[in-house]
């Protein structure tokens, strides 16, 4: 029998969300940084099942406006900041996110620490990334993949899919 989840997948290209630097809501310039306009974006995602399992690893994400710096976005305390709010109403990364692109892999790194030798890389990341994934990231992915009907067998594809992801780069074709 097939899944409710394989009923509804598809694969195209992603979905590309660009993020600005430079944020208007209704028309207004905001300098101040706002959720509501971004988050509005994806809480539809959250609400219709449907939706859900179509969105399935269709979604990248970009920001823009930070073109005429030489740090990665990931060391830039605006995107840090951002990401973590946004991370606090929507944690639900690795089930929407794109493996083939680079914004899953943006988002990952707003949550470890910038500035590290090779070195210091090696001995922190780990440990922090397993934090971010078995406390925040991976119960929250498990309770889309629950709600949508996924399968135990495509629940533990989706969590290879995203740990190979984060270990190793983006998956072409993923």
């Not at 208007?24 to 310039?29: C, I």
């Not at 940084?33 to 449907?50: A, D």
């Not at 090779?118 to 991976?138: C, H, M, S, Y």
């Not at 533990?156 to 983006?170: K, Q």
Request: glycine share 6%.
């Amino acid at each position: 029998m097939q899944s409710r989840a394989a009923k509804f997948k598809y694969k195209e290209e992603p979905f590309l969300f660009h993020l600005a630097q430079s944020s208007s809501y209704r028309g207004k310039k905001s300098s101040r940084k706002t959720l509501r306009p971004c988050y509005w974006h994806f809480n539809p995602l959250s609400l219709h099942r449907n939706a859900q399992v179509s969105g399935s690893e269709q979604i990248d994400i970009a920001f823009d406006g930070f073109n005429e710096t030489t740090l990665e976005l990931f060391e830039i305390d605006s995107v840090r900041e951002f990401v973590t709010k946004l991370d606090d109403q929507f944690p639900f990364w690795l089930f929407f996110l794109s493996k083939s692109g680079t914004g899953l892999q943006c988002i990952a790194y707003c949550f470890l620490p910038p500035f590290l030798t090779p070195v210091g890389k090696a001995k922190i990341f780990p440990e922090r990334l397993n934090d971010l994934l078995t406390q925040r990231w991976f119960p929250a992915m498990n309770q889309i993949c629950d709600w949508v009907g996924f399968s135990e067998d495509e629940i533990e594809a989706l969590t290879d899919r995203s740990v190979d992801y984060l270990l190793s780069g983006p998956i072409p074709g993923a």
